[in-house]
């Protein structure tokens, strides 16, 4: 039994380290601000586009 929990501890805290180093690395890189600013652009010719009427 202890082997088994040990192994479930050490998969949990290999998840919780790999979900750590992603929300890091995206904001170290921007990657969330490049996401937001990637929105806007598509908000902005998704308007473009019904005033042109094309759908």
């Not at 979900?19 to 601000?33: P, Q, S």
């Not at 600013?37 to 998704?46: G, V």
């Amino acid at each position: 039994m202890t082997g088994g929990l040990s192994i479930v501890f050490v998969v949990i805290v290999f998840v919780v380290i790999v979900v750590i180093m992603r929300f890091i690395g995206a904001w170290m890189l921007r990657i969330d601000e490049v996401i937001s600013t990637q929105k806007e652009i598509l908000e902005e010719l998704k308007k473009s586009n019904k005033q042109k009427g094309i759908e």
